[in-house]
């Protein structure tokens, strides 16, 4: 029997949380035919926001936005999973849209969002594979470090 995806999560030492709630007059994931487009996320664990600042600077640095965009991701699957019931109802995931909250000069986004991206392919396999789009950002949103949005097909 293969593992669900939620089962390669947990094997994997990440943990799906309780989807956030909105931030502001948006819904956080929608619905279209098979396919789930989810809201920017951003690192949240419960209410607290985690990685606060801009990658490159004095604060945080490359490691730092990998963990973030792993939090994003999780958050995103969340959302994901409140939509359809069971992750095991994604066929694939589509595009991964990265933003990352950038100093002056850093210019490894794709890197930052690599975690993401190489954790969507270790709990989904080859399905997991995706297009993707990286960005620095000048400012972000409650001065998150990193921002990202999931597009999955669905069954």
Same mark, same amino acid.
């Given at each position: 029997?293969?593992?669900?995806? *939620?089962?390669? %999560?947990?094997?994997?030492? =990440?943990?799906?949380?309780?989807?956030? /709630?909105?931030?502001?007059?948006? %819904?956080?994931?929608?619905?279209? @035919?098979? !396919? %789930?487009?989810?809201?920017?996320?951003?690192?949240? %664990? +419960?209410? #607290?926001?985690?990685?606060? +600042?801009?990658?490159? @600077?004095?604060?945080?640095? *490359?490691? #730092? @936005?990998? $963990?973030?965009?792993?939090?994003?991701?999780?958050?995103? &699957?969340? =959302? !994901? /999973?409140?939509?359809?019931?069971?992750?095991?109802? !994604? /066929?694939?995931?589509?595009?991964?849209? +990265?933003? !990352?909250?950038?100093?002056?000069?850093? #210019?490894? =986004?794709?890197?930052?969002? $690599?975690?993401?991206? =190489?954790? &969507?392919? #270790?709990?989904?396999?080859?399905? @997991?594979?995706?297009?993707?789009?990286?960005?620095?950002?000048?400012?972000?949103?409650?001065?998150?470090?990193?921002?990202?949005?999931?597009?999955?097909?669905?069954?």
């Amino acid at each position: 029997m293969s593992q669900t995806p *939620e089962e390669r %999560i947990q094997e994997l030492g =990440q943990t799906l949380p309780t989807p956030p /709630k909105a931030v502001g007059s948006y %819904i956080p994931a929608t619905q279209f @035919g098979n !396919v %789930i487009v989810t809201s920017g996320q951003l690192p949240f %664990i +419960g209410s #607290d926001l985690m990685f606060k +600042g801009k990658i490159g @600077g004095d604060h945080l640095h *490359e490691d #730092d @936005g990998a $963990n973030a965009a792993c939090l994003c991701l999780m958050n995103a &699957l969340a =959302q !994901v /999973k409140a939509v359809v019931g069971e992750l095991s109802r !994604v /066929k694939r995931i589509i595009r991964l849209e +990265g933003y !990352v909250h950038s100093a002056p000069g850093f #210019d490894r =986004q794709p890197y930052v969002l $690599n975690a993401a991206s =190489q954790l &969507l392919t #270790d709990i989904f396999g080859d399905p @997991g594979k995706h297009t993707r789009v990286a960005l620095g950002i000048a400012e972000m949103p409650l001065e998150a470090a990193v921002q990202l949005a999931l597009w999955v097909e669905i069954e």
